[in-house]
């Protein structure tokens, strides 16, 4: 659930030692934890816990996991900050430095997630289906079967849009959690750059980020990954690549 992306042509990649530390810690309610390798770190999850979101208990998980971060000496910073500095290849290397990203647009980034984030000063990247956000309930029956879950519901634009005006970014996803690794090459092209201009057009504003379902780099094919670098600046993934 959690990634940790490096950077490298384009590309944010995972590091695997820090990822299992930290959901270790998560799955435990943060108990014993090693010290965490000093640099630049994104971590990427979807929501807080997997379950029907409950706003009082995971506001408390999710307080509990960014006080523990902290307990273990990280910094949080901007995601345009760790973009910066992580594209520029004069990475930060004094500290333990997190930003922070959300895939899909469930209603608890922007009910729970994003509220406790800007009390630590500071933003996210949320990744968005825009195809999920104010959607059908029919289609949230099909989306909900495509990922392999059913707890959650998603933001409605207007919570988008007042993300996007309190100074977090919004990112692309594909269409509709489309897995980027088949022969159809149309549809890929459809679901990646019509993803882009429906959040252009509501927002008003370039969409540069990035992440395809699923991650890793098995589930996107080379046709895929060049469409992707010529419509969008960053792109990120959650393995070694």
């Given at each position: 659930m959690m990634r940790i992306p490096s950077y490298n042509n384009n590309i944010f990649r995972i590091n695997p030692y820090l990822r299992r530390t930290l959901r270790g810690a998560y799955l435990k309610f943060f108990g014993n934890i090693l010290p965490v390798q000093k640099g630049i770190h994104i971590l990427n999850a979807h929501y807080v816990q997997t379950g029907f979101t409950d706003i009082e208990k995971d506001t408390k998980i999710f307080e509990m996991y960014l006080e523990n971060l902290k307990d273990i000496g990280s910094k949080f910073i901007r995601i345009e900050e760790a973009t910066k500095y992580v594209t520029s290849k004069n990475p930060l290397h004094d500290k333990c430095y997190i930003a922070f990203t959300f895939d899909d647009g469930y209603e608890e980034e922007y009910v729970i997630i994003a509220p406790i984030l800007e009390r630590y000063n500071t933003n996210a990247a949320f990744f968005i289906n825009s195809n999920y956000i104010s959607s059908s309930f029919n289609y949230q029956q099909s989306y909900n079967k495509r990922v392999a879950l059913n707890t959650k519901k998603p933001m409605t634009w207007k919570h988008v849009i007042d993300l996007h005006h309190r100074g977090h970014i919004i990112g692309g996803h594909t269409l509709d959690h489309y897995m980027l690794n088949t022969n159809d090459n149309k549809e890929i092209f459809r679901q990646?750059?019509?993803?882009?201009?429906?959040?252009?057009?509501?927002?008003?504003?370039?969409?540069?980020?990035?992440?395809?379902?699923?991650?890793?780099?098995?589930?996107?094919?080379?046709?895929?990954?060049?469409?992707?670098?010529?419509?969008?600046?960053?792109?990120?993934n959650s393995d070694n690549w």
């Amino acid at each position: 659930m959690m990634r940790i992306p490096s950077y490298n042509n384009n590309i944010f990649r995972i590091n695997p030692y820090l990822r299992r530390t930290l959901r270790g810690a998560y799955l435990k309610f943060f108990g014993n934890i090693l010290p965490v390798q000093k640099g630049i770190h994104i971590l990427n999850a979807h929501y807080v816990q997997t379950g029907f979101t409950d706003i009082e208990k995971d506001t408390k998980i999710f307080e509990m996991y960014l006080e523990n971060l902290k307990d273990i000496g990280s910094k949080f910073i901007r995601i345009e900050e760790a973009t910066k500095y992580v594209t520029s290849k004069n990475p930060l290397h004094d500290k333990c430095y997190i930003a922070f990203t959300f895939d899909d647009g469930y209603e608890e980034e922007y009910v729970i997630i994003a509220p406790i984030l800007e009390r630590y000063n500071t933003n996210a990247a949320f990744f968005i289906n825009s195809n999920y956000i104010s959607s059908s309930f029919n289609y949230q029956q099909s989306y909900n079967k495509r990922v392999a879950l059913n707890t959650k519901k998603p933001m409605t634009w207007k919570h988008v849009i007042d993300l996007h005006h309190r100074g977090h970014i919004i990112g692309g996803h594909t269409l509709d959690h489309y897995m980027l690794n088949t022969n159809d090459n149309k549809e890929i092209f459809r679901q990646i750059v019509e993803d882009k201009k429906n959040i252009e057009d509501r927002l008003g504003k370039n969409c540069n980020y990035f992440a395809w379902p699923y991650g890793n780099s098995r589930y996107l094919s080379k046709e895929a990954l060049d469409i992707c670098l010529n419509y969008y600046k960053y792109i990120f993934n959650s393995d070694n690549w």
